[in-house]
């Protein structure tokens, strides 16, 4: 918090910040990023190591292909085995790790997605737009101030996840004396995750370290996908929301004329508003500034859209069938299925409900835009400035959301959808 206030109250050149990388939230997205081969370095011009740049991000993909076989296959050869319980937690880790693969498919391994991650970093970002105005200053810190704190409740949430995930394994396997010795002779180790593997990891004290320190590295690793991927997005929705904000201010402050001059209107003589030659020149600059920054973010949005849709349409899918899933594992009402599932169940929709209220920022300031333009003193203008209004207007009629795969706007409407839909498959398969 102390940084934040520096930040806020004293120059940002005092503090060394050239760019937006040097925000503490933005280097400790770097650094989560960078472990998964996910920041762009080569983009940004950083130096780049040699097995980062041609090994680490296709071992991650066929080291989660992996995990995927084994998880199938250990669902084949045990299904009569498993449990509920058991078998629901199997199904839920199989979708996660599918949603892992797809994203280091679409995004790690996309150029188009480094690409757009470095317009965000080297132009988009709200720091090379503060000095524009002092509403602009306004809103970059406001929103940096926002970011800050997302990222560390992101990165919070996620290591409160990741921990109970792994820990309440290893409590159960405590709690029944199975690290005692002798303590499986009548049972088996629990784990927070289940493979095929080549060995005995249910019975035997080496196979269980080996996979305990395994399935903590792959919990890290996906876990990383997900929130590290939704918080680089999100970021990039806050400002996306700042830029409509600093938009939607210069329309509503727009220059009305300094004169009035008198008009004949119905036989009579009143006065009205009228830009003179001159001022006529700086609306003229004016409207194209603010038609040229709305093509700006525009274009941006559309990017994301493309980038990001698929990754987003194979997160809602995720919602849809793990929320039933998670539901159905809580149902059971045991201590065991609450301790485990309930936490998982709370944190996955948290997780669809922020990302889907933090879109509805872009939708809703976005809707202000018509307002604005329409505010604008267009009946002192001349028939040149009046046309320009009219296309601008029609312009933004339409408020700007980012869809998923181009079919679904991501927003509140589609999370209460899901929501629903997966409240009444619940319903049934209880009924079942």
């Known amino acids: 918090m102390q940084r934040i206030k520096k930040v806020l109250f004293k120059e940002e050149t005092d503090l060394g910040i050239n760019c937006p990388t040097d925000y503490y939230h933005m280097k400790l997205l770097r650094l989560m990023l ?20 041609l090994f680490l991000k296709y071992f991650y993909l066929f080291s989660m292909i992996g995990c995927l076989y084994g998880g199938i296959s250990f669902i084949v050869q045990n299904f009569h085995k498993l449990n509920f319980l058991e078998l ?68 919070g949430q996620m290591v409160v996840g990741l921990c109970l995930f792994n820990l309440i394994p290893m409590y159960n396997n405590y709690a029944a004396g199975r690290y005692k010795k002798g303590g499986v002779q009548n049972s088996t ?14 019975t035997n004290v080496n196979g269980y370290i080996v996979t305990c320190i395994s399935h903590w590295i792959i919990s890290y690793l996906c876990a990383t996908w997900f929130c590290m991927f939704d918080l680089i997005l999100s970021l990039m929705v806050f400002n996306l929301w700042g ?17 009035k001059s008198n008009l004949t209107w119905n036989g009579s003589v009143v006065q009205a508003e009228k830009y003179s030659k001159e001022e006529l020149k700086q609306v003229f600059e004016t409207l194209r500034d603010c038609i040229i920054y709305h093509r700006q973010i525009l274009h941006f949005t559309n990017t994301m859209s493309d980038v990001f849709g698929p ?11 793990s929320g039933c899933l998670l539901l159905l594992e809580c149902s059971q009402m045991t201590a065991a299925a609450l301790m485990r599932y309930l936490p998982l169940t709370l944190i996955v929709t948290q997780q669809l409900i922020q990302l889907s209220v933090i879109f509805e920022l872009v939708g809703s300031e976005s809707e202000k835009i018509k307002d604005a333009v329409y505010g604008v003193p267009w009946e002192s203008m001349d028939c040149a400035n009046r046309r320009t209004v009219i296309i601008f207007l029609m312009n933004v009629q339409e408020p700007v959301h980012i869809k998923a795969l181009g ?14 839909t997966s409240l009444s498959y619940f319903t049934f398969l209880r009924s079942m």
């Open 34 to 53: 960078m472990v998964i081969s996910s920041w762009p370095q080569k983009e940004l011009g950083e130096p780049q190591v040699f097995f980062q740049k």
């Open 88 to 155: 629901g937690h199997m199904y839920i880790v199989a979708l996660m790790t599918s949603v892992n693969i797809s994203r280091i498919y679409t995004l790690s391994l996309s150029p188009e997605y480094r690409k757009l991650a470095k317009v965000f970093l080297t132009e988009f970002h709200l720091f090379y737009y503060k000095e524009r105005s002092t509403y602009a200053m306004k809103t970059h810190k406001m929103v940096h101030v926002i970011s800050h704190l997302f990222t560390l409740f992101l990165a």
């Open 189 to 202: 180790f629990e784990h927070s995750l289940y493979f095929a593997y080549p060995f005995d990891f249910m």
């Open 243 to 259: 830029h409509f904000k600093i938009l939607t201010n210069i329309l509503d402050n727009f220059p009305r004329p300094s004169s």
């Open 311 to 321: 990754m987003l349409f194979i997160y809602y899918a995720f919602h849809q069938a």
């Open 407 to 420: 079919l679904a706007n991501v927003g509140v409407t589609t999370m209460a959808a899901i929501l629903k």
